[in-house]
């Protein structure tokens, strides 16, 4: 799947050669329309997956030990590194790639939501 239109890109980018890196994207939580949780509402599970293109591309989202994604406070954090066998890949160049990372969440509400945030992959 393709990054949608109006993904919120991080503004650290990552050698794609370097070691895993961390990411924390925090929603918003009020009565506003343009907040993610309403008052009350809090997360009850979530994953954290890179989307298509970002797989295909070697983006990968660490799982084990200190590095498993985790959410507290209204904040996700995760890590992600890019795969040995496409670190030497030409997408990488100039500017690089902005690669999609979803996370899917279901509330104590029972709403469920998604929103794909983007990691900038650039040779350094």
């Not at 050698?15 to 343009?34: E, I, Q």
């Not at 295909?56 to 996700?76: I, K, N």
């Amino acid at each position: 799947m393709a990054n949608p239109p109006d993904i919120k890109t991080f503004p650290r980018r990552i050698d794609p050669n370097m070691p895993r890196r961390g990411f924390y994207p925090t929603l918003t939580r009020g009565d506003a329309v343009r907040d993610i949780l309403q008052p009350g509402e809090e997360v009850t599970s979530f994953t954290v997956t890179p989307n298509a293109d970002a797989t295909a591309a070697g983006l990968v989202v660490l799982t084990d030990g200190d590095f498993t994604p985790r959410y507290a406070g209204l904040t996700f954090a995760f890590w992600v590194e890019i795969a040995n066998a496409m670190r030497g890949s030409s997408i990488f160049n100039g500017t690089g790639i902005v690669l999609g990372v979803e996370i899917s969440f279901t509330t104590n509400f029972q709403q469920q939501d998604q929103i794909t945030v983007g990691i900038r992959v650039a040779n350094k």
